[in-house]
């Protein structure tokens, strides 16, 4: 059973950068694709970005294109959001999510296709 767990939400101000860590227990992320999804309060939850296995296919949610990156360290099996150029519209509840793949080289952005999932970590962009 692949455990998740995220860290590194809090609170920023506007403009702001933070970054956000995912580790994974429990199996080998050279096999596990990472997403990254977040949801704030009265919306659905948001596909942000993803990365494959490989780490050498990734893909950005067009309201974080250009701000936020994606990293995925396999030797470490840990996984990191870098979040930079942040607005009220960012704070979220933000979750990591791993799903065992067969293609290395691809990532998925629908959430139901992600098997394993950490509790969230909360980022607030406020001044």
């Known amino acids: 059973q692949l455990n998740v767990v995220e860290s590194g939400g809090g609170l920023v101000q506007p403009g702001g950068s933070l970054t956000l860590s995912c580790v994974v227990s429990?199996?080998?992320?050279?096999?596990?694709?990472i997403g990254w999804f977040r949801q704030a309060p009265g919306k659905e939850r948001e596909a942000i970005s993803c990365i494959s296995s490989s780490t050498g296919r990734f893909e950005y949610a067009d309201s974080v294109k250009g701000r936020f990156t994606i990293f995925k360290h396999n030797a470490a099996n840990t996984a990191s959001l870098q979040m930079t150029n942040l607005g009220p519209e960012d704070s979220a509840v933000y979750y990591c999510a791993a799903d065992g793949v067969s293609d290395q080289n691809r990532c998925s952005m629908r959430s139901y296709e992600y098997n394993y999932w950490g509790q969230g970590t909360r980022v607030t962009v406020s001044p």
């Open positions: 429990g199996g080998n992320l050279n096999y596990f694709a």
